[in-house]
């Protein structure tokens, strides 16, 4: 209640304070009532943002099982439907351990990929469909609660990961709808990003003076932490050393803070490197390098690796010269307390990048984990700078329209993208391989698929 200064509030003594007194309770409705249209309009707002995020994940989901659906099985799905190394058709699990079995000690480390991939070879093919456009919605979820680890919903950013997605994945058909590719890149990386996560959210908590993000029952979550650590480390080369990667960098961060290690914080790392080691040691590994070697220029060694860092760095230039340009413009605008975190994401990409020259084999399919990576880093970067924007006052609604005919522009281009490369699939059955290259050609508008 307001007073003037030397009046007393207690009605007491002159008549101006009881005036005062008199005309409070309309003020105060007012005040109420204005309270409440606030909140109401808050509600509204916050209703309409929960309805679009919905809409975005539906609309995603439906066009990635539409690609995924008139996508065929192709190249290795045909092989995989056989027990490795033989002309025997898988037909039950037991024969699909027994395929990937023989696919270790002879081939690669994938086993985790490999016996999802033929286990799902044994069923309809829409089974796959289906899954395989939720786990690219959840790729793209895990990726955003990186960025957002709060309660927050931000559609701007999500739609931002899914562009991201689109436009520089380097082989989206390749990655993200045909079944070999999609569960030995983006399922894997799937298993990979959730559990790192984990981790992460314990560091953003500490930052936030909020300590540990939840105690966990000691045994399940040790336990838990460990199987599912050694599937993270079991995934696929780039993506696991990357993990292992990161996870160092969080124990000298917890020693650097003087902070106890939680017991499923050891066991997870614990079983991240038996799966690691798992996928690289098999004996399979061994029996491919030598093949691959084999049929190789021959080279001396040091000129081996002279190629393969030319290699990388030559993809890496073409798939993520724009993303990671983007990141670190806006990391030098991001806030000094700020940067280090962010500036993990790139340095963590750098990693999965070279990490490859250890590779004899190569497919630019890697680049997933780069670029996930990247785009982490872009989110973060731009989450910090976006109150500096919003204290420029006025200019922040300019800033508003700007963006969403930047936003509506891209929309455009990827439907153009993504129309065009449905009608190409489905007029010659093959998988799409990059998304920027979807023209159709001549042939297509005389075959009637275009007016």
Not at 54 to 77: E, G, H, K
Not at 91 to 114: H, I, L, M, P
Not at 296 to 319: C, G, H, K, N, P
Not at 382 to 405: C, H, L, Y
């Amino acid at each position: 209640m307001f007073v003037e200064p030397g009046l007393r509030h207690d009605g007491y003594g002159t008549g101006l304070s009881e005036k005062r007194s008199d005309a409070e309770p309309g003020g105060l409705q007012q005040n109420k009532i204005s309270g409440k249209g606030i909140v109401m309009k808050r509600q509204i707002e916050e209703q309409k943002g929960r309805i679009l995020w919905i809409i975005i994940n539906i609309s995603v989901f439906c066009l990635v099982l539409l690609l995924t659906y008139i996508t065929p099985y192709y190249a290795d799905d045909l092989m995989n439907k056989k027990i490795f190394g033989t002309e025997t058709d898988i037909q039950n699990v037991g024969d699909v351990a027994e395929s990937v079995k023989f696919y270790y000690t002879s081939w690669g480390g994938r086993a985790s990929a490999q016996f999802l991939i033929q286990f799902f070879l044994l069923f309809d093919k829409r089974l796959f469909d289906i899954v395989n456009a939720f786990v690219y919605v959840a790729v793209a979820y895990v990726i955003y609660k990186y960025i957002e680890p709060d309660k927050k919903r931000n559609n701007v950013l999500l739609l931002f990961i899914h562009f991201m997605l689109w436009f520089f994945m380097p082989t989206f058909g390749g990655e993200a709808v045909w079944l070999t590719g999609s569960i030995t890149y983006l399922w894997e990386l799937l298993i990979v990003l959730s559990f790192g996560l984990v981790y992460y959210h314990v560091c953003v908590a500490e930052e936030k003076g909020g300590g540990s993000a939840g105690r966990r029952p000691a045994l399940p979550a040790a336990l838990g932490m460990a199987i599912a650590g050694f599937f993270a480390g079991l995934s696929i080369e780039a993506a696991s050393c990357t993990l292992l990667a990161a996870l160092f960098f969080f124990a000298v961060w917890s020693v650097r803070q003087k902070r106890r290690f939680r017991g499923w914080e050891i066991t997870g790392m614990l079983g991240a490197l038996a799966g690691f080691c798992v996928l690289m040691l098999a004996p399979g590994n061994f029996s491919r390098y030598s093949y691959v070697a084999g049929n190789d220029v021959q080279r001396s060694i040091f000129l081996e690796y002279m190629y393969r860092i030319f290699r990388e760095t030559y993809y890496a230039f073409y798939y993520l010269t724009l993303p990671a340009g983007v990141c670190i413009a806006l990391i030098l605008l991001a806030p000094k307390t700020l940067k280090k975190r962010i500036l993990l994401f790139p340095g963590l990409a750098f990693v999965s990048v070279y990490v490859m020259t250890f590779s004899n084999g190569f497919a630019t399919r890697v680049f997933l984990t780069p670029l996930v990576l990247l785009t982490i880093g872009i989110g973060l970067a731009a989450e910090s700078i976006i109150p500096e924007i919003k204290d420029m006052g006025q200019n922040e609604k300019k800033w508003k329209r700007s963006f969403t005919v930047v936003v509506c522009t891209l929309a455009l281009v990827a439907l153009t993208q993504y129309g065009t490369g449905v009608l190409k699939s489905i007029q010659t059955g093959e998988v799409m391989h990059r998304e920027i290259s979807y023209i159709l050609h001549d042939t297509s508008v005389s075959q009637g698929i275009m007016p």
